[in-house]
């Protein structure tokens, strides 16, 4: 087994997306699917309806009254906060294991997640792709998912990375690329290959740092980007990697955005950030 | 003064303060701290004499230019509404402008961040342009660079610590 090999095999520790879950991904993902074919599914599906009346019962979560069942959940809250909720309890748990090598804080990467998939569903909203606003939030929320197995690998070889990073101009993906020979967004793909997510949403976790040019014109996948580089700037859920990454001023060209409208965004996420703060309290 | 935070904590505490936030404090056993600064940047000013302080930690270099409205709802996360928010705050706490040791940490930049999208680097033209032009000059600055910073104010002896992640931490 090669090095390399060894790491992959890493994914099989991660805990895998639950069924009903991947099936709402792959809806999400699918232009012919509608909001009720989602509803349905969460409807029938008795754990996902326990860990909603969970959450949404929480003193916290802030509701008038108490709620009985999803239906009266997707009434008071709408559909798209319940999609919101599955997705983000499905994936919780296997956030919790900290990847250490990141120089990450405890529950910072799930945090970063979490962060990153609201400002990237609330760019898709605000420039005319709100139609696919549930893929771009899955892959901006799982796009890191390779750090979880990458960290204690990252951590082994960081005084080679942080060489070619502060020394030699590297962005950090291209030093774990060089010093370990894979880096965190193609593990994540493999992790999305493994647990059968579609194409897609596979495509925007592999190319979420825009290496790869043709990505750069892919207007979901740049929603991904945008929203993790205003998470960087903002200093939210990175670590030794910082703003280590590169910037693509073509991307925010093509989807024809401002420094205004980066700015409005840096803002926004900053009004959301106390809501979402209680959200991950409860998730 | 705005609603800025103010500690009254009589023991030992360390506080956090978050982006597009101002924590003020005159208790001797309190440290402020400004985690994971990004293209933001934390400004630590305290005054020795009245051994009182705070930190802002703002992320946008102009509210009037971006959104005034929004500016007073969330006053600390520019650099222009902020500031001076923060030196209301000080005097308010009877702090004289002569004595304030002035320090800043951030404004770091993603990898060839083009000059237009470069918030790092307009947010330290912003601060510092507002700084001069409150005759407030700056005693240490840190700024810029691919990396994360943490900023501490110690209130009992206003030493201002920088940590840039993977290095040794610089005390003012």
Redesign the interface.
């Known amino acids: 087994m090669t090095h390399v090999d060894d790491i992959i095999s890493g994914i099989d520790t991660l805990r895998p997306i639950p069924p009903v879950a991947a099936q709402i991904m792959a809806l999400a993902e699918d232009e012919n699917s509608s909001m009720v074919d989602i509803a349905d599914l969460i409807v029938h599906d008795p754990s996902i309806t326990a860990s909603i009346l969970k959450i949404c019962n929480a003193a916290h979560f802030g509701l008038s009254r108490q709620v009985h069942s999803v239906r009266d959940a997707i009434v008071l809250l709408g559909l798209d906060e319940i999609i919101e909720l599955v997705l983000l309890n499905a994936t919780a748990e296997n956030f919790r294991d900290e990847p250490d090598g990141y120089?990450l804080?405890e529950g910072e990467l799930w945090h970063h997640a979490v962060i990153s998939a609201h400002t990237a569903k609330i760019l898709a909203e605000n420039h005319g792709f709100a139609a696919r606003k549930h893929l771009i939030f899955t892959a901006a929320l799982l796009k890191d998912i390779g750090k979880i197995i990458m960290g204690r690998f990252v951590a082994f070889s960081y005084e080679k990375i942080?060489i070619l990073?502060?020394a030699k101009?590297y962005?950090f993906s291209e030093a774990e690329k060089e010093v370990i020979g894979i880096n965190h967004e193609e593990l994540g793909a493999r992790v999305g290959r493994k647990w059968r997510f579609g194409d897609q949403l596979i495509y925007m976790m592999r190319h979420h740092h825009m290496t790869d040019e043709t990505a750069r014109g892919n207007p979901e996948t740049a929603l991904v980007y945008l929203a993790d580089?205003i998470c960087?700037?903002?200093?939210?859920g990175?670590?030794?990697d910082?703003?280590?990454?590169?910037?693509?001023?073509e991307v925010?060209e093509r989807m024809k955005l401002s420094?205004?409208d980066?700015?409005?965004a840096?803002?926004n996420t900053?009004?959301r950030?106390q809501k979402l703060d209680k959200l991950l309290s409860l998730v | 003064m705005l609603n800025a935070y103010i500690s009254h904590q009589p023991v030992a505490v360390m506080t956090a303060v978050n982006f597009g936030e101002l924590k003020m404090s005159r208790n001797p056993a309190e440290t402020l701290v400004a985690f994971s600064i990004g293209s933001g940047i934390g400004v630590s000013i305290y005054d020795p004499m009245t051994k009182s302080g705070g930190l802002l930690n703002f992320v946008l270099p102009d509210a009037s230019m971006l959104s005034p409205s929004k500016a007073r709802i969330q006053p600390y996360m520019f650099a222009d509404t902020g500031l001076a928010a923060f030196i209301d705050a000080l005097h308010d706490f009877g702090a004289q402008r002569e004595n304030f040791k002035v320090v800043l940490a951030g404004g770091a930049q993603i990898i060839d961040q083009t000059a237009e999208f470069n918030l790092g680097h307009k947010n330290y033209q912003a601060i510092t342009s507002l700084l001069k032009a409150a005759h407030l000059p700056v005693q240490y600055a840190d700024i810029g660079g691919i990396s994360l910073r943490t900023l501490r104010l110690d209130i009992g002896n206003g030493d201002t610590v920088i940590q840039t992640l993977g290095q040794t931490e610089v005390t003012v």
Not at chain 1, 232 to 236: D, E, L, N, S, Y
């Open positions: 120089g804080g942080n990073v502060h101009g962005s580089i960087m700037m903002i200093g939210f990175t670590g030794m910082g703003l280590a990454y590169r910037f693509y001023s925010l420094e205004k980066l700015q409005n840096i803002l900053g009004y950030r």
